[in-house]
């Protein structure tokens, strides 16, 4: 998509690009009201001034946000800086400012784009298979992808025209209604949504395997290793 940036959009060394992001920061233990940051960071950086120049877009106090809100003046402003660009200091080249890639949790990444979450029917970000469900001892049924082919992938402009056909009640292909980031010219809402390497894998697969190879209720097990931690 960087590579496309520059050969379809121009994009100059002159120009910025941004990873954005936004999420739930719980305030009080008895309430669940959350403070929700709207932020970016600025790819052109290298990776040691990235993270220490975080820029901070908005913020919402309250309960979960209605993101078709929240998001418009975002929006707006990310509109105008992909077309119009801005003067910095006394330059006369505009610098324009692409909002590349959306980087969020599984939940923030469904109320952003206003689809159904992982474990909802249609809940790959990435696919149009449905899921497969399975019954749990306790709790909902999970719902997971196994391996499958032919893949049917979701794009851009399918995603805007289930959302122009779905309505509360009936989600079309996993898609409950427009969504306000459609609006933002370049960003993909599907190619431009990245998986959350953190919550996935470090405190998805590998926390559930490290849990079976330490954990005492698998010791009888052949992959049990808690007796030979040291």
């Not at 940051?37 to 901070?56: D, F, V, Y």
């Not at 919402?60 to 809100?69: A, E, Q």
């Not at 590349?100 to 469904?110: F, V």
């Amino acid at each position: 998509m960087y590579k496309e940036l520059i050969t379809e959009h121009g994009l100059s060394s002159n120009d910025m690009s941004l990873t954005w992001n936004t999420d739930g920061i719980p305030v009080f233990k008895s309430s669940d009201y959350a403070i929700w940051p709207l932020q970016a960071s600025i790819n052109e950086l290298p990776p040691h001034l990235r993270h220490k120049n975080i820029l901070l877009l908005g913020l919402w106090f309250g309960k979960k946000p209605n993101m078709n809100v929240f998001l418009v003046p975002f929006v707006e402003e990310c509109s105008r800086l992909e077309t119009c660009g801005f003067l910095f200091g006394n330059e006369i080249q505009p610098r324009k400012v692409f909002a590349l890639l959306l980087s969020a949790d599984s939940p923030a990444r469904a109320i952003v784009r206003n689809v159904k979450q992982f474990n909802g029917q249609f809940g790959c970000d990435w696919c149009e298979f449905e899921g497969v469900t399975v019954a749990t001892a306790r709790g909902p049924p999970i719902r997971y992808y196994p391996p499958r082919a032919p893949v049917e992938m979701r794009s851009s402009k399918k995603q805007a025209a289930y959302a122009l056909q779905a309505t509360t009640d009936n989600p079309v292909k996993g898609v409950k209604g427009m969504t306000v980031v459609d609006l933002i010219p370049f960003f993909d809402t599907v190619r431009g949504t990245v998986a959350d390497y953190m919550h996935s894998v470090c405190q998805g697969v590998m926390r559930h395997m490290a849990y079976m190879w330490f954990d005492s209720k698998y010791h009888g097990e052949i992959f049990y290793i808690g007796t030979k931690a040291n």
